[in-house]
């Protein structure tokens, strides 16, 4: 298993105002998998791929990483752990607006790549998700499938073992959803867990988990 998280709760604030997020999960995933995570808004989606990108601390629970014990109280741990193994996209891409489209995508390895790799990278990137074309375009020059690949050249610049997606599609049309999906489908090189509440996306994945509440259904 590349991922087992134990009894993994999240509550924001206390007493009768308190909010379970996520209540006593219990959940792994498999290496190369593609899973979904599906259910109505609020039930705790992006709770769950924030705490497996380490963005947001669970109130408590264990998260175990390759066999790893993720520690939430060491925040440069975090941030390598981060860098070694995760790519996120967002429903909103992220792009920074007064970069193009190679720079965004140099971001996570700018300063850790010599300037021949990080060249050789993102080319290659971009070739394969097709805009080769547009590195030297500025996100307000390009179209939401376009901003939204960027964004995915820019989750997988640094090899991640585990690609999170929150919502991925959701700020573009069925056309450019069906091709994001299909690029997340051709990574065959990582986990991918993809948080949707469109049940077309999550048709398309080998597994699919309901969220209810904070609750695995
Ligand atoms: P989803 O992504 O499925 O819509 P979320 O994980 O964003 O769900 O939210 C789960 C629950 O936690 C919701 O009831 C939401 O209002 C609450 N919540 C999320 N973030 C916060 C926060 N920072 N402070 C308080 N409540 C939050
Ligand atoms: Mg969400």
């Known amino acids: 298993m590349l991922i087992e998280l134990q009894d993994i709760s999240k509550y924001y604030g206390s007493g009768q105002n308190c909010v379970k997020a996520l209540d006593h999960i219990n959940i792994s995933f498999r290496e190369y998998e593609m899973t979904a995570v599906i259910g109505k808004s609020g039930c705790g989606k992006s709770t769950l791929i924030n705490i497996l990108a380490g963005l947001a601390t669970p109130t408590s629970g264990r998260y175990y990483f390759n066999g790893n014990l993720i520690d939430f109280s060491k925040q440069n741990q975090l941030s390598k752990f981060r860098y070694e193994n995760i790519g996120i996209i967002v429903q909103n891409f992220a792009l920074i607006n007064n970069m193009t489209a190679y720079q965004n995508i140099a971001l996570p390895v700018r300063k850790r790549f010599v300037k021949g790799k990080l060249v050789d990278s993102i080319e290659a990137i971009a070739n394969r998700l097709g805009i080769y074309e547009k590195l030297d375009s500025f996100p307000y020059q390009l179209s939401g499938g376009e901003c939204q690949r960027v964004a995915i050249a820019r989750a997988l610049i640094c090899e991640p073992k585990l690609i999170l997606a929150d919502e991925p599609t959701g700020a573009l049309d069925a056309d450019n959803a069906g091709n994001v999906i299909s690029i997340l489908k051709d ?3 990582a986990t991918v867990i993809i948080a949707t509440h469109d049940m077309e996306i999550a048709a ?10 904070g609750k695995i259904k």
């Open 187 to 189: 990574i065959t090189e």
């Open 204 to 213: 398309q994945c080998q597994r699919t988990i309901t969220l209810s509440y």
